[in-house]
């Protein structure tokens, strides 16, 4: 009967070890499978800072997805998990750096407040949030790139252009009706860009010659289109 009794404790034990060590395994399984996701998004911007990086020194047409993936310190297969292609990948760039810049200004047309005491604001956000930042860079190679890959520049357009003009149309008509800029200005808003551009244009081909003051030369360029709201 001891012999018995002995067995069914032993049975017992051994049955209560597996159960504390499959329990032991799922709870080290979860924070395992936690991990996966930050690692994943670590990975994917990796992969799109190493193409900025390739597209800035070597263009669009010329920049090899297994150079991407050397920057990024990954496989090239592993590109194939994020994005279809290079066109994708791209594409991705795009969204990933400039649509949260693009809600911003969409947030500003949506504040029915004179259009003077938004310059500041406008000004600022283009150099904290382009000319200071790789968002240049991005602006830069579809001005480079955008004519020999129109697929690119309709994305680009469809994305970015499209919402930005919209909000801005819609921001200089009510400062037209206000009388705080020319009535015709609202029909181009691409004259409110029209420093940045030449500013980041500037910046690549002529900084190390003549540094620009942006900041200063967008302020001005939004001075003369206030002057009007100013006359007596």
């Known amino acids: 009967m001891r012999r018995v009794a002995g067995f069914r404790q032993s049975a017992a034990g051994r049955a209560g070890r597996r159960k504390r060590a499959a329990e032991a395994a799922r709870a080290a399984a979860v924070p395992a499978s936690a991990g996966r996701k930050p690692r994943s998004s670590e990975r994917r911007e990796a992969i799109l800072a190493a193409a900025l ?70 000004v600022d956000l283009f150099v904290s949030q382009v000319y200071e930042t790789r968002r240049k860079d991005v602006v830069r190679l579809m001005i480079s790139e955008g004519r020999r890959f129109p697929k690119l520049a309709e994305f680009y357009y469809r994305e970015v252009l499209s919402r930005i003009i919209a909000a801005m149309r819609a921001l200089l008509g009510r400062a037209a ?50 002057a009007q709201g100013r006359l007596p």
């Open 53 to 122: 990086d390739e597209f800035s020194s070597r263009g669009f047409e010329a920049a090899r997805l297994e150079d991407v993936a050397r920057r990024a310190g990954v496989a090239k297969g592993t590109i194939y998990l994020y994005f279809r292609d290079k066109e994708n990948l791209f594409q991705e760039l795009i969204r990933t750096m400039l649509t949260p810049l693009v809600g911003t200004i969409e947030a500003m047309e949506q504040a029915d407040v004179p259009l003077p005491m938004l310059a500041d604001r406008i």
């Open 177 to 226: 009706a206000r009388g705080e800029v020319p009535e015709g200005l609202a029909d181009f808003p691409q004259i409110i860009a029209a420093p940045g551009l030449v500013a980041i244009v500037w910046n690549g081909l002529f900084e190390r010659f003549e540094p620009l003051d942006v900041r200063k030369m967008m302020k001005t360029h939004l001075d003369l289109l206030f």
